[in-house]
């Protein structure tokens, strides 16, 4: 019987080498990944037992050249398994992760291949190279060193099986937290106890809840972080202690989902690992190879920022008692209550609802005529839908860009809506890397979590997924821009204190007059936002920051002490909630009412994703965007030159040289603080 072709292990025929979704069932990837996983062994093998000395041209741009088929694979399978994780997908990850983990660690810790770029290393001077290649040298170097493998074999092998453990726990951390999320959505029978809900959100519950079984109740799902929209508009103050207490209590409650034991043995394990690698400890061992440099800068900045924020946020604090004081039925401000009143704050203060303002912000809109149009205005790059080509998701939409002289971009994809199926919160990734090298065009996709309205009604954002998509979609052409010539560099393969930086910065679109006024049209008359409510949104920018700001600081905190901890101090560690009061005490952020962001049980970033000792990079580079906001505006804003001069000197570059000197490049000088300290309020 003739066998269907495995789709993975064809070349893609779609244009860009879009992965043929469509076809690509489950199955097909063990078998893909068995034969990249050879397919590369093999290019590193060649390249390490060559038999003449090495060369850039044999060593190097062989590295780069080498892993097409695996990057390709890797790159469809984690788009699938972060956005509609099923449950085949969900165990097919279980066994990747120490598969991948324990491949790359065969080609970071190879001794020989360590000694080929070691001696090319060593005379980097004499090789005539350009900056780019010079800059790939020093980089394959140093990360190599970083991994280890300049270690003996016993040490490698421990390594070698600490990684392989740790992918494993990360992994577990990931599904459990999944799991977890779904089944604590909060289910409501009763619809007067959602009263506040616009009716698109409330039907929205309606829909989650028949589709989770629910029929004839009411669903809200949890959002990533500790907070919830909803918090700012529901009047029952029994369900708004229900949303927060469910999403707190997240992967902490006992039985098969509790993240606690898998935390502490991460925490454990990575600081093993520092040690090895002849670190006090893992934050040390991250941020070594970060702008910030050590641990001691990132807690400097954390420190001088958290005084002034917890002060404001006690601030903001009174401010709110005060409203609840002059109510009929008084009470004493909780968590749960900070968002409802201080939307009233916010009326009062600036007379601006924030809930009122969604029928403004229909999700096609603001995608085409807000998020296009100022990548439009400002790189003269236009959009087409393109239907034919099918992702993994009916939701997930593919979009072609091209450049204002005609040449083909690349293709963005985007996926809005949450799933039980999606991880949460929102993030890019790349599905192909842009590299002159390899020949390839870049492709990236764009996941938020906005909840699906039911058949037939419009999307309406709130002003926060609004800057999400805004941010989101800065982190996608900060992909797409990419003119590098070794894949290494592509886009957003920067540092991690670097990347929010492009994303941040395209935030600062979404409030411009031009663009707002471009978008902004009701979804019922068309009309545009009513003239005096652009000013006064922009005028609260900075409300409420001292909550926001502390929120966001703790959870920088909490993240830095878990992995401050040398390996003795970490296995004495048993109470993880012990352990997170005493850290937010530390730095005076421990006021009740201001819980952080993410607590430790659900804090994927730095114990499933990519920031372990660098959730602080949000704060870090939001130090250059708030300095290139500045800029931008001293240069007449939304401009073909502006955005040319960005995209060249900065996005294109990605990461094929110094971030900071790329950072210099663009806006003249070193950036300073002073920007970031007014937006957030924190000037002292
Ligand atoms: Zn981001």
């Given at each position: 019987m003739a066998q269907t072709p495995n789709p993975l292990e064809t070349p893609s025929a779609l244009p860009y080498d879009f992965p043929p979704f469509a076809e690509i069932k489950p199955e097909h990837f063990l078998p893909a990944?068995?034969?990249?996983?050879?397919?590369?062994?093999?290019?590193?093998?060649?390249?390490?037992?060559?038999?003449?000395?090495?060369?850039?041209?044999?060593?190097?741009?062989?590295?780069?050249?080498?892993?097409?088929l695996l990057d390709t694979?890797?790159?469809?399978?984690?788009?699938?398994?972060?956005?509609?994780?099923t449950p085949a997908y969900q165990a097919l990850e279980e066994s990747l992760a120490p598969m991948m983990t324990a491949h790359t660690d065969a080609i970071q810790l190879n001794s020989a291949l360590y000694w080929r770029i070691k001696t090319l290393h060593d005379r980097i001077d004499e090789l005539g190279l350009d900056a780019e290649s010079r800059y790939l040298l020093e980089r394959h170097f140093r990360e190599m060193t970083l991994a280890g493998a300049a270690l003996d074999d016993e040490t490698k092998d421990r390594l070698k099986a600490l990684n392989e453990r740790l992918s494993v726990l990360t992994t577990t951390f990931e599904k459990q937290l999944l799991a977890d999320s779904n089944e604590l959505a909060l289910i409501v029978n009763d619809a007067a106890e959602l009263d506040g809900l616009a009716s698109g959100e409330l039907s929205a519950a309606a829909q989650a809840a028949a589709d989770s079984g629910h029929e004839g109740a009411y669903a809200l799902g949890l959002t990533l972080y500790t907070g919830h929209p909803y918090?700012?508009?529901?009047?029952?103050?029994?369900t708004r202690r229900r949303l927060m207490d469910a999403s707190r209590s997240r992967a902490s409650r006992g039985g098969p989902n509790d993240n606690r034991e898998v935390l502490l043995e991460i925490v454990r394990l990575r600081a093993e690992r520092a040690a090895l690698l002849g670190y006090a400890n893992h934050a040390a061992a991250v941020t070594a190879d970060e702008t910030a440099g050590s641990p001691e800068a990132v807690h400097a900045l954390l420190r001088q920022l958290a005084v002034p924020a917890a002060q404001n946020a006690r601030g903001e604090q009174a401010a709110l008692q005060a409203i609840i004081d002059a109510e009929a039925e008084p009470f004493e401000l909780e968590a749960h209550?900070?968002?409802?009143?201080?939307?009233?704050?916010?009326?009062?203060?600036?007379?601006?609802?924030?809930?009122?303002?969604?029928?403004?912000?229909?999700?096609?809109?603001?995608?085409?005529?807000?998020?296009?149009?100022?990548?439009?205005?400002?790189?003269?790059?236009?959009?087409?839908?393109?239907?034919d080509l099918v992702a993994y998701h009916p939701d997930a939409r593919v979009f072609e860009l091209h450049n204002a002289d005609g040449s083909a971009l690349g293709l963005f994809v985007l996926d809005l809506y949450t799933r039980e199926t999606k991880r949460g919160g929102a993030w890019m990734n790349p599905i192909v890397s842009q590299s002159r090298l390899r020949g390839t065009k870049p492709v990236v996709v764009n996941n938020l979590n906005v909840p699906k309205p039911a058949p037939g009604e419009p999307t309406l954002l709130t002003l926060d997924e609004v800057s999400t998509l805004f941010h989101e979609f800065g982190?996608?052409?900060?992909?797409?821009?990419a003119v590098v010539t070794y894949p290494h560099f592509s886009g957003t393969n920067v540092f991690r204190d670097f990347v929010e930086f492009p994303s941040q910065v395209n935030e600062m679109w979404m409030l411009w007059p031009e663009v707002l006024e471009n978008y902004a049209r009701h979804i019922d008359t068309g009309e545009p936002l009513p003239a005096d409510i652009a000013p006064r949104l922009r005028a609260s920018e900075t409300f409420n920051q001292g909550h926001a700001t502390s929120e966001y600081l703790?959870?920088?905190?909490?993240?830095?002490?878990?992995?401050?901890?040398?390996?003795?101090?970490?296995?004495?560690?048993?109470?993880?909630?012990?352990?997170?009061?005493?850290a937010l005490a530390d730095i005076?952020?421990?006021?009740?009412?201001?819980?952080?962001?993410?607590?430790?049980?659900?804090?994927?970033?730095?114990?499933?994703?990519?920031?372990?000792?660098?959730?602080?990079?949000?704060?870090?580079?939001?130090?250059?965007?708030?300095?290139?906001?500045?800029?931008?505006?001293?240069?007449?804003?939304?401009?073909?030159?502006n955005g040319d001069r960005f995209r060249d000197r900065l996005l294109g570059v990605g990461g094929s040289k110094d971030p900071l000197a790329a950072f210099r490049d663009f806006l003249g000088r070193d950036a300073q603080i002073e920007p970031l300290l007014k937006r957030r309020g924190l000037e002292g």
């Open positions: 990944f068995e034969r990249a996983f050879e397919d590369h062994r093999g290019s590193i093998n060649a390249i390490t037992y060559v038999r003449s000395m090495p060369t850039f041209e044999n060593t190097i741009v062989a590295l780069e050249e080498s892993g097409r694979l890797a790159h469809t399978f984690y788009t699938i398994s972060s956005a509609d994780a918090l700012s508009s529901l009047t029952n103050r029994e209550d900070w968002a409802f009143y201080t939307e009233k704050v916010r009326k009062a203060q600036y007379d601006i609802d924030t809930a009122a303002l969604r029928p403004w912000f229909e999700a096609e809109r603001v995608l085409q005529d807000g998020v296009f149009y100022a990548a439009t205005r400002l790189y003269g790059v236009t959009f087409t839908e393109r239907p982190h996608a052409l900060h992909g797409l821009f703790a959870a920088a905190w909490l993240d830095q002490a878990w992995h401050s901890l040398d390996a003795e101090a970490a296995a004495a560690v048993t109470d993880v909630a012990a352990f997170e009061a005493a005076g952020l421990d006021n009740p009412l201001v819980p952080t962001r993410y607590s430790s049980t659900y804090f994927a970033h730095i114990f499933a994703g990519g920031y372990s000792a660098g959730y602080y990079s949000y704060i870090w580079s939001e130090v250059l965007d708030a300095d290139t906001v500045e800029w931008f505006r001293a240069h007449g804003g939304l401009t073909r030159e």
